[in-house]
């Protein structure tokens, strides 16, 4: 069996994909050090590394944006984590993955990346959901979808406007944002 030899351009992806894989470990481990001050969500959080995901979706092939979540998941979890974290934030990140996806597929003239975000927020909520019904072997753990749905947007809104932010004053992320599209357009 050959070795694989990787070329310039796919060193830089895989260096890249490693960066980001990292800043989103940190920011994850970060977020859960951060005492949540509202009684009325308890496990609520605000879903910081969701901005790796988005900066993902918009300057990776879907294929190394996959790669990065599941990295940045696998991580987190050995890194600070136990099993249940694992399928919790297991199903919400690849639920909210999908969803962010699929959503970003209409385009940026009907949906913003702010909007994106607050989609990927509810979703990740719906995941954990699923997964404590699932083990709970009763769909009433879903009433508490609202008030997480709530906190989802508000999170998902903070994240979006962060990832909007970013993707304005920072030169790289612009031209990696104008290569991926261009890519994609020539696909």
């Given at each position: 069996?050959?070795?694989?030899?990787?070329?310039?351009?796919?060193?830089?992806q895989v260096?890249?994909?490693?960066?980001?894989?990292?800043?989103?470990?940190?920011?994850?481990?970060?977020?859960?050090?951060?005492?949540?001050?509202?009684?009325?969500?308890?496990?609520?959080?605000?879903?910081?590394?969701?901005?790796?995901?988005i900066?993902?979706?918009?300057?990776?092939?879907?294929?190394?944006?996959?790669?990065?979540?599941?990295?940045?998941?696998?991580?987190?979890?050995?890194?600070?984590?136990?099993?249940?974290?694992?399928?919790?934030?297991?199903?919400?990140?690849?639920?909210?993955?999908?969803?962010?996806?699929?959503?970003?597929?209409?385009?940026?003239?009907?949906?913003?990346?702010?909007g994106?975000?607050?989609?990927?927020?509810?979703?990740?909520?719906?995941?954990?959901?699923l997964?404590?019904?699932?083990?709970?072997?009763?769909?009433?753990?879903?009433?508490?979808?609202?008030?997480?749905?709530?906190?989802?947007?508000l999170?998902g809104?903070?994240?979006?406007?962060?990832?909007?932010?970013?993707?304005?004053?920072?030169?790289?992320?612009?031209?990696?944002?104008?290569?991926?599209?261009?890519?994609?357009?020539?696909?």
């Amino acid at each position: 069996m050959k070795p694989r030899v990787y070329r310039p351009a796919r060193t830089r992806q895989v260096i890249y994909i490693a960066l980001l894989c990292a800043q989103g470990v940190i920011i994850g481990l970060l977020e859960r050090m951060i005492p949540f001050p509202f009684a009325f969500a308890p496990g609520a959080k605000l879903g910081l590394a969701n901005l790796i995901t988005i900066v993902s979706l918009y300057t990776m092939s879907v294929s190394d944006s996959f790669l990065l979540m599941l990295l940045r998941l696998l991580l987190t979890t050995l890194l600070g984590g136990t099993l249940s974290t694992f399928m919790y934030s297991g199903a919400g990140a690849l639920l909210s993955w999908l969803g962010m996806l699929l959503i970003k597929q209409l385009g940026d003239k009907r949906v913003s990346m702010i909007g994106i975000s607050a989609a990927g927020g509810i979703l990740h909520n719906v995941g954990q959901l699923l997964v404590a019904s699932l083990i709970a072997q009763s769909w009433t753990v879903m009433l508490y979808l609202p008030v997480l749905s709530f906190m989802g947007i508000l999170a998902g809104l903070a994240v979006g406007i962060a990832a909007n932010f970013l993707f304005e004053h920072i030169d790289t992320l612009k031209r990696l944002r104008f290569d991926h599209t261009k890519k994609r357009s020539q696909s």
